[in-house]
Nanobody, 126 residues
Framework: QVQLVESGGGLVQAGDSLRLSCEAS??????????LAWFRQAPGKEREFVAA????????KYADSVKGRFTISREKAKNTVYLQMNSLKPEDTAVYYC?????????????????WGQGTQVTVSS
């Protein structure tokens, strides 16, 4: 099993920055190579892929809509994945979910996700 706990959401203005954190735990996470990712879901829309990172090698993948503005990173000592969000726009408003998969970052967004966090709300006002 893998447990994912997100934090760091909030209300910001357009152009501001925000950093989300996702702490992972569980025996499965400790024993298997996994990819971790961020997805988001805006009201009335489907959940969409945002960014992913391979826990072991650190390779990353981003959705076109966030390239150049968002950065995903990991801190192994804390079992934590971060999503640094800069130049936020009102259309970035959504519930952001941390996800873990036995896939690789390259295939996150298309392969099934095995574990989800509870989500954290990000609201960007204009």
């Amino acid at each position: 099993q893998v447990q994912l706990v997100e934090s760091g959401g909030g209300l910001v203005q357009a152009g501001d920055s925000l950093r989300l954190s996702c702490e992972a735990s569980g025996s499965t996470f400790s024993n298997f190579a996994m990819a971790l990712a961020w997805f988001r879901q805006a009201p009335g829309k489907e959940r969409e892929f945002v960014a992913a990172i391979n826990w072991s090698g650190g390779s990353t993948k981003y959705a076109d809509s966030v390239k150049g503005r968002f950065t995903i990173s990991r801190e192994k000592a804390k079992n934590t994945v971060y999503l640094q969000m800069n130049s936020l726009k009102p259309e970035d408003t959504a519930v952001y979910y941390c996800a873990a998969s036995f896939s690789t970052a390259q295939f996150m967004g298309s392969d099934p996700v095995s574990y989800w966090g509870q989500g954290t709300q990000v609201t960007v006002s204009s």
